[in-house]
């Protein structure tokens, strides 16, 4: 991932529900800080998810993958830095950075399908396709 | 609530995702919690709420009460305690007492309404009414 | 509460991972909110709970009530309204109240106790005891 | 992982609170379950993780993967089955697969850091890497 323009930054702030007893933010807490880096990034594009899924169409994640560099802590100002970095008709793949000032946090990916509410795999809609492949070039 | 045989006793193991900062278990988790009490008291009666979700009904919650009593701790094995202290054709509540060993840890309610999947207000199922209403006397 | 000027507005995004499979925000994640109101008010008071932390006291929960009046749904963008009911020595309350534009979702209040690290009740600093007295006024 | 005797097999619940409103386990709560299965594995070696911080250390998730084959539901009791690939003085490795029944929801690993308190990287105590090593051999 390359910082350029394409990356959409959102801040998040720790609260004591995403941390645990070792004092630092909670490993599976990371996935939903992930979660508004993407939505933020889409909300950004006009392709909200929110809409994807009122036209009867999900994204549900089928990898994650998170590489914990520096531990967080409660009342952190969080940098979430997102981007699309890979588009398929049928799928796509968002990285993310998580930044306190200018420490790397944590770095990782989710990969997601594209399906209808039964479940069967499907193509993106057209608008979707071309927003999300617009991001990557 | 009296500690008679209409309660029902569960018991789970605290995770390290339950607890904050703190070193103890999160206010908010203890929610989670109840939902298992109550979850296993409903199954205990043969009147799950999975099934009861797929004939068609809801019991969202529509109130809330803890009284933290003591804090719990990542590894604790808490006991659970869950009866149905009050149950009408529209709703019910659930009392919860959570301990470690012979400690409370946490008191608490929640009250539910039922509800078909539109959000309309409806009557339980008469095998459910009965049952859980059995349970009262 | 009436809504006068010591009340603190905040806004916050309903992710996924705050819903359930009711289609709803789950009932426990309401508290993280509260939370999050809260926190939000005590630094605009340049009271930070972090602050606090650090010179050694700690607020933890101990009661909880959450009235749940409509459904939040995702990516919603409620807006988190709290104000200090009480304050003495050694413990305060928060009132907080959910919406989505005008909208009632949910109200309800935590009660905290002051203590040390060894869980000794204690007095509030004083700063943060006036701070906090002044905004009950 | 072939899946032989040094494999530890836990069950769990699924709740209302680890699913999300596309209706299935939201893809952050597996690092919960991963932690569960992990937690228990220790656990049953009377190696805890509980004792191993008492003793003054820790061991942070420094990576996580997760790949996810089928959804799991509310109410789902799914089958845990860790099993450790990869013990060195100061990191293990936990591989974790998830079924409902003969079913693979997820599988996917974390991998841990021995650290003290203050954050510096330190060996695990001698009895936790006999202990650990055996199981990997």
Redesign the interface.
Known sequence: MSLNQQVHTATI?V???D??????V????Y??FF??GR?ELMRSLDL???NL?QLGF?L?????????KS?A???DLLIIKTCLSEVTRKSCRFHCHIYRDETLIAKGF?KHACIIRS?SLTNLPDDYLSGMQALTE
Do not use: H, M, Q, W
């Open positions: 702030r609260l004591y529900g941390t645990d007893a070792g004092g630092i909670y490993n599976g807490t996935l939903r979660e508004f939505g909200s998810y929110k899924e999900l549900p994640v089928i990898e994650s993958y998170v590489r914990y531990p802590y409660y009342d989710t479940g």
